[in-house]
């Protein structure tokens, strides 16, 4: 079987899988955050922390409890590392510098989780499992969340309300992420992912030397990362470590899992807003920007383009020899097409046209399928986008699920989608007017790609390293904190205000005159849109780096 015809089942089979999941996961992602019943441990951690389930919230109330609560997660983190050597399970390890302790404390709690650091020799077993993997479930939690306050937004009318962030909250995390979690490590573990707490872990016999490498509680973590779809891992290596995806099967139920939720959202929407068909568009949406992603990056890769890779066949330098070419581009498809930032080969050796593949992929603003939640709210600002754009161009008042896109609510639509790109392009220029491009390794356009890659991927709270480029400095660990704060907290503000001018609507009926925003065409020009204002916002810059470097 040829690289590319194998390529083509792994990718075949993970849609099948997918398939089957659509529905069973997005029935019980859909009972988790509408049900009414409250189990005693969901009552328990109410009462804990002196929470009326049975209040529902304003989009502004909402939205303080989103960054309060953030907050003082981010402060908790930031502790938990400039303590660690106090604390227990600390391995010995100093207290992680200011600067770097602020970026990491950013970084997992806006569900980035970019690492500047190499996990196995700067973070404690305590901080990793008691700081790090716990924000990997509860900021993910977070985006789930604020796109079911925005559904609901859509499915409700004349009010003010838009749920409870914090029932939301619990229930998500109870119900939905720690039980898949649980299994997901359970299968991770029978493929070959270490599991332990010690201190050391002898690697003698498998490596035929002397070394010792630090063990650790890495399946969880591993099944936490890809679940949440985050990109922190416990080695710097990442997922290219044979302790955190041996083989490649787990490479494959890594994929899988990073994909799960979702593709399974857009369920809820069509059962929310009681049209299915709306899901199916939307999923739809969601499916063909992935596959032509996934199918242009592994053509550009095993294409090979430059001398070495064509006299070898493919674009092997930087890849693992177990994951193959096609396995390892899949793999970086879909960890930028998701907010995962996961990598199981290096960036930064890709072609010049599959390195920019994968940037593209997080200026589409991760909405194929996105992060959890994140990328089912982002695809529905683009569709509210999109019908007031085919709005004016037949003159009518665009509406989109019974509702009414006027002045407010496009408004906070185009807000949503300016944020990201504004900070990607200001960081960048900064970079450079600064002096701060002098820590990639490379010049020339491919140097400018390896710092558009580090703002790209803060900026849209991706994690994935491009790498070749040094960021462990106070300023790049700030200015990549900041990108990663305002890209994750901005959106979701505009995003609940969005919900709450939607559910003081009343519904609108559909006439003849309505656009069906349930059949091929809208879901054609739903991706038209899509690539159309990506390509306008960053074309510039792309001409300039892995363009200029590809041609």
């Not at 194998?6 to 997918?18: D, E, I, P, R, W």
């Not at 996990?119 to 985006?143: C, K, P, R």
């Not at 630090?214 to 985050?230: C, H, W, Y």
């Not at 020009?525 to 200029?548: D, E, H, K, R, S």
Request: include cysteine; glycine fraction near 12%.
């Amino acid at each position: 079987m040829t690289t590319g015809t194998a390529g083509v089942v792994f990718v075949s089979s993970l849609v099948v899988a997918l398939v089957v999941a659509y529905r069973p996961v997005g029935d019980h992602l859909y009972r988790s955050v509408t049900g009414t019943r409250r189990s005693r441990l969901e009552r328990g951690v109410f009462r804990l922390v002196g929470v009326n389930p049975a209040a529902e919230q304003s989009w502004g109330v909402y939205a303080r409890s989103v960054l309060a609560f953030s907050a003082v997660s981010v402060l908790f983190l930031y502790a938990l590392q400039r303590w660690q050597n106090h604390l227990w399970l600390s391995l010995g390890f100093d207290p992680v510098v200011p600067h770097g302790a602020w970026n990491t404390a950013v970084s997992f709690v806006t569900n980035t989780n970019w690492q500047w650091y190499a996990g196995e020799s700067t973070m404690g077993h305590l901080v990793q499992m008691a700081g790090l993997a716990v924000q990997n479930f509860v900021s993910a939690a977070v985006g789930i969340a604020v796109a079911v306050a925005l559904i609901r937004g859509f499915a409700r009318s004349r009010t003010g309300e838009v749920g409870n962030f914090w029932v939301d909250l619990v229930r998500i995390v109870l119900r939905v992420l720690l039980p898949v979690a649980v299994l997901g490590a359970l299968v991770l573990m029978l493929g070959g992912v270490v599991q332990n707490l010690s201190a050391g872990t002898d690697v003698t016999t498998l490596t035929g030397g002397g070394q010792s490498l630090p063990g650790g509680p890495v399946a969880g973590q591993e099944v936490i990362k890809e679940l949440g779809t985050n990109g922190g891992g416990f080695y710097n290596a990442n997922s290219a470590h044979p302790f955190e995806n041996p083989t490649a099967w787990t490479n494959w139920v890594e994929l899988f899992l990073i994909l799960l939720i979702p593709f399974s959202l857009p369920r809820v929407l069509g059962r929310m807003v009681g049209q299915q068909r709306q899901g199916y568009a939307v999923v739809a949406v969601m499916a063909v920007l992935a596959l032509g992603s996934v199918a242009l990056t592994t053509g550009f890769e095993l294409a090979g383009h430059g001398t070495v890779p064509q006299a070898v066949g493919a674009a092997l330098e930087g890849k693992e020899v177990r994951f193959d070419v096609s396995d390892s581009a899949t793999f970086g498809a879909v960890t930028t097409l998701t907010s995962t930032g996961a990598v199981n080969s290096f960036h930064d050796s890709y072609t010049a046209l599959g390195g920019m593949m994968t940037l593209g992929n997080m200026m589409l603003g991760e909405v194929a399928p996105g992060g959890v939640g994140a990328g089912l709210y982002g695809l529905l600002v683009l569709a509210v986008i999109t019908v007031f754009v085919a709005g004016l161009m037949v003159g009518r008042t665009p509406e989109y699920l019974g509702k009414k896109i006027g002045t407010r609510e496009i408004t906070f639509a185009s807000l949503y989608f300016l944020v990201t790109p504004a900070l990607v392009l200001i960081g960048t220029a900064t970079a450079f007017a600064t002096g701060n491009d002098a820590t990639a390794l490379n010049t020339g356009p491919h140097g400018l790609t390896e710092v558009l890659y580090a703002f790209t991927s803060a900026s849209n709270n991706n994690g994935s390293a491009f790498a070749g480029i040094t960021v462990n400095t106070a300023w790049w660990n700030t200015a990549l904190g900041l990108c990663m704060l305002l890209g994750r907290f901005l959106p979701i503000i505009f995003v609940l205000a969005l919900a709450g001018s939607l559910a003081r609507q009343a519904p609108v009926p559909a006439s003849e005159g309505t656009l069906p925003t349930h059949r091929p065409l809208f879901v054609g020009m739903v991706v038209g849109v899509t690539v159309i204002l990506v390509a306008l916002t960053y074309l510039p810059a792309l001409a300039l780096g892995p363009l200029a470097e590809g041609l």
